[in-house]
């Protein structure tokens, strides 16, 4: 069974920084395309940030620049590294394997001024 739980999300101020993990089992990680993705009250779900099984990257013109996707093969966990934070990033952030459509159950990342 394929599970994804993620964690790292929480209040900040704009300007600081947040980590999300997303610790994944159940599938052969290393060879998933990972993504983030977040969706904010009113707006529709968007891709955030992914990473390839290679390691090559993606980022939406939004973040690009303050976030940093990551992953570690032999933990099985993909991290979205979240700096210079803004009111407009806050959002519930989800966890997805890309390859075989599986999310997980989101984080809260609130940014507050």
């Known amino acids: 069974q394929v599970q994804l739980v993620e964690s790292g999300g929480g209040l900040v101020q704009a300007g600081g920084s947040l980590r999300l993990s997303c610790a994944v089992s159940?599938?052969?990680?290393?060879?998933?395309?990972m993504g983030w993705y977040r969706q904010a009250p009113g707006n529709e779900r968007e891709l955030v940030a992914s990473?390839?099984?290679?390691?090559?990257?993606n980022y939406a013109a939004s973040v690009k620049g303050r976030f940093t996707i990551s992953r570690d093969n032999a933990k099985n966990t993909v991290y979205l590294q979240m700096n210079s934070l803004k009111l407009e990033d806050t959002a519930v952030y989800y966890c997805?394997?890309?390859?075989?459509?599986?999310w997980g159950q989101g984080t809260q990342v609130t940014v507050s001024s």
């Open positions: 997805r394997i890309i390859t075989l459509d599986y």
């Open positions: 159940g599938s052969r990680f290393s060879f998933n395309y």
């Open positions: 990473i390839s099984p290679g390691g090559p990257t």
